[in-house]
């Protein structure tokens, strides 16, 4: 049963501190989706990748997150100083071409 | 105007009832969508994609209206079990493929 696993599942840290989420797609999918889910805002879209290209980011604070794929087994959200307000469920979603997407089970982020 | 809008509710049903909920979208261009159910503290999963043809599954019926830019889910026979987030998504297509996904409609099923 292929899942889309992301590590760590949850994370303390401290405002200031560097915060490093991964997440391993499915295997053979092209398209890799990093989301920010708040009560407040709801799912956000950060950014997306296919065949491990940034295709878009516009969601995503430019001047402390970023986003990459090393190789296609392997997506990266960076978060570096963290902020309090950074504080979400980070999930990373795979899919293929224009088609559902498969959701990981989510990073708890909690920064003081 | 948001590009994806949906009622939050909630919607509160008692078992067995009939319930439906409507997502709009305002970009005429989107074209695929799909229902997607978010229980408490997990990940989104899909439901079911929406066809233009309509698409039913078991209980569940979805269907789009291109016209009036919606798509809609329905519930038939509400079990304690459907009570959960439903969140609609729409993607644009082409390469300019970018999903956005509603804020969701809480349902609740009471016995």
């Given at each position: ?37 708040t ?14 290209a ?9 001047d ?21 307000r ?16 498969f959701?990981?089970?989510g ?6 | 105007?948001k ?38 503290r ?22 789009l ?10 519930i ?36």
């Open positions: 049963d292929a899942r889309v696993t992301q590590t760590p599942r949850d994370k303390v840290t401290e405002m200031g501190q560097e915060v490093t989420m991964r997440c391993q797609p499915i295997l053979g999918h092209n398209t890799v989706f990093w989301y920010r889910q009560m407040m805002q709801g799912l956000e879209l950060l950014a997306y990748f296919r065949n491990r940034p295709l878009d980011d516009s969601g995503m604070p430019k402390r997150f970023s986003a990459e794929m090393p190789d296609a087994t392997l997506a990266t959200l960076k978060i570096q100083p963290s902020e309090p950074d504080s979400a469920v980070y999930f990373c979603a795979s899919g293929f071409g224009n088609y559902e997407q959701f990981g089970p990073t708890r982020l909690t920064v003081l | 105007r590009e994806v809008e949906q009622d939050p509710g909630p919607f509160n049903v008692p078992e067995g009832a009939t319930v439906a909920f409507n997502c709009t979208y305002s970009n005429s261009a989107s074209q695929s969508f799909f229902w997607y159910r978010q229980d408490c997990k990940e989104p999963k899909l439901l079911m994609s929406v066809y233009s043809s309509g698409n039913e599954d078991g209980r569940f019926t979805a269907q209206n291109r016209a009036s830019q919606y798509i809609s889910l329905l038939r026979d509400s079990k304690l079990s459907d009570s959960a987030t439903y969140l609609c998504v729409v993607n644009l297509g082409g390469g300019s493929y970018i999903p956005t996904f509603g804020r969701g409609t809480s349902l609740i099923v009471h016995p």
